[in-house]
C-alpha cells in the first residue's frame, strides 16, 4: 500500500563528495568554512556561534542579496565525529512572539567515507507532515540543494 504524501515526514537528501570524509567533516566543525557555503544560492552566512559538541548551539545569519536577514538557530543532539551530527532548528522568542513559527524537525547528516570521496546524506524527519508542507512550499528542499551544490564547489577547491 502506498503512503499518503500526507503523512511523509520525511526529507533525504545523498550527494557523493569528491573529498575525503575528514575535509567534508571539516566543513562542518569550522564555522569559517561552514560560513562559505552555508545557506541557498545568492545568499551570504555569518556563524555567530558555533558550539560543535552535543548540547552546543549553533547560531547563523543568512543574507539575501538584498539584505534581507533570516538569523536561524540550532541545537547539536548528537556529534559523533566524524560519522554523524544530529541537529534540531530553534525557533526564536521573537519568532514566537510574531506567531511566525517556522517548521521544525530533526536533521541527521552521516558522512561515509568511500575511499577519497565521502557520500554524504542528510535525513530531515519533520515533527509532522504539514511541518513538512511549509518547509517544501517555502524552499527548503531547494535552498538546501542549493547550499550542497555551494559545498561541492568549496570542496573543489581544496
Keep these: 500500500m502506498a503512503h499518503d504524501p500526507l503523512e511523509q515526514r520525511e526529507l533525504v537528501i545523498t550527494r557523493r563528495l569528491k573529498a575525503p570524509r575528514s575535509l567534508v ?12 557555503w552555508w545557506g ?35 541545537h547539536f543532539v548528537e556529534i559523533l565525529a566524524p560519522e554523524r551530527i544530529i541537529y534540531r532548528p530553534l525557533r526564536s522568542p521573537e519568532a514566537v512572539r510574531r506567531g511566525n513559527l517556522p517548521p521544525t524537525y530533526l536533521a541527521t547528516l552521516t558522512f561515509e567515507a568511500l575511499g577519497n570521496e565521502t557520500i554524504f546524506t542528510m535525513r530531515a524527519v ?3 507532515a504539514a511541518d513538512l508542507a511549509v518547509a ?23
Design 25 to 36: 567533516w571539516r566543513t562542518f566543525e569550522d564555522p569559517y568554512l561552514l560560513a562559505q
Design 40 to 74: 541557498p544560492e545568492t545568499f551570504t552566512s555569518d556563524i555567530t556561534k558555533l558550539e560543535f559538541r552535543a548540547g552546543g548551539e549553533w547560531h547563523v545569519t543568512m543574507r539575501r542579496p538584498d539584505g534581507t536577514e533570516h538569523p536561524v538557530r540550532y
Design 126 to 128: 519533520f515533527d509532522s
Design 136 to 158: 517544501v512550499n517555502g524552499g527548503f528542499f531547494q535552498g538546501t540543494n542549493q547550499a550542497f551544490d555551494k559545498l561541492e564547489r568549496h570542496l573543489a577547491t581544496y
